[in-house]
T-cell receptor, first 115, second 114 residues
Framework: GAGVSQSPSNKVTEKGKDVELRCDPI?????LYWYRQSLGQGLEFLIY????????KSGLPSDRFSAERTGGSVSTLTIQRTQQEDSAVYLC?????????????FGPGTRLTVT | DQQVKQNSPSLSVQEGRISILNCDYT??????FLWYKKYPAEGPTFLIS?????DKNEDGRFTVFLNKSAKHLSLHIVPSQPGDSAVYFC?????????????FGTGTRLTIIP
């Protein structure tokens, strides 16, 4: 079946602009995660969605970052007033449930470059 | 601060030999550990995991060892094959009752030399 898809695959934007990154999780997966990987860093947790519960936003680096998950499926990560330090690969992952033992399946990521 | 550390950014191993990738962690609350493999332009894919109640887990050519007292884990690949060339990430999570957010290391690039 189809895996996790993300769009766009690459995004170049000017400093100060807003960007939206999209994630389509695997159908039926209830848990959805956003991570980012900055140059030379590990993957950094950003936000987590599970069903209709309030999302865990504890990893969002600033209030310029927000995310939504509509209808328990597609998710959009929005970065307002982008800064150069936002340049990174943004990865989305989904799992059947959030319980350990249910692996997280990752999308290919969106490479964001802020000039 | 980096709670999961992979101190070797790269490793080269002859085909057929054993590859050993290392990972250290600092957060004693971590109780579940995973290894992910990543090819260029693809997302990471799950490889193997281990719970803190075990000290070893094996799956085919892949074995993960956990030393809780040293806060250290390692991934052994034997025999190494050219298709194993990839970036390997160590990850950890703490029991959080339904939110398995992962903390990742910076990765080790493994190159298998034919």
């Amino acid at each position: 079946g189809a895996g996790v898809s993300q769009s766009p695959s690459n995004k170049v934007t000017e400093k100060g602009k807003d960007v939206e990154l999209r994630c389509d999780p695997i159908s039926g997966h209830t848990a959805l995660y956003w991570y980012r990987q900055s140059l030379g860093q590990g993957l950094e947790f950003l936000i987590y969605f599970q069903g209709n519960s309030a999302p865990d936003k504890s990893g969002l680096p600033s209030d310029r970052f927000s995310a939504e998950r509509t209808g328990g499926s597609v998710s959009t990560l929005t970065i307002q007033r982008t800064q150069q330090e936002d340049s990174a690969v943004y990865l989305c992952a989904s799992s059947v449930t959030p319980n350990r033992g249910h692996e997280q399946y990752f999308g290919p990521g969106t490479r964001l470059t802020v000039t | 601060d980096q709670q999961v550390k992979q101190n070797s950014p790269s490793l080269s191993v002859q085909e057929g030999r054993i590859s050993i990738l290392n990972c250290d962690y600092t957060n004693s609350m971590f109780d579940y550990f995973l290894w992910y493999k990543k090819y260029p332009a693809e997302g990471p894919t799950f490889l193997i995991s281990i719970s803190s109640i075990k000290d070893k887990n094996e799956d085919g050519r892949f074995t993960v060892f956990l030393n809780k007292s040293a806060k250290h884990l390692s991934l052994h690949i034997v025999p190494s094959q050219p298709g194993d060339s990839a970036v390997y990430f160590c990850a950890a999570s703490a029991a959080n009752f339904g939110n398995e957010k992962l903390t990742f290391g910076t990765g080790t690039r493994l190159t298998i030399i034919p």
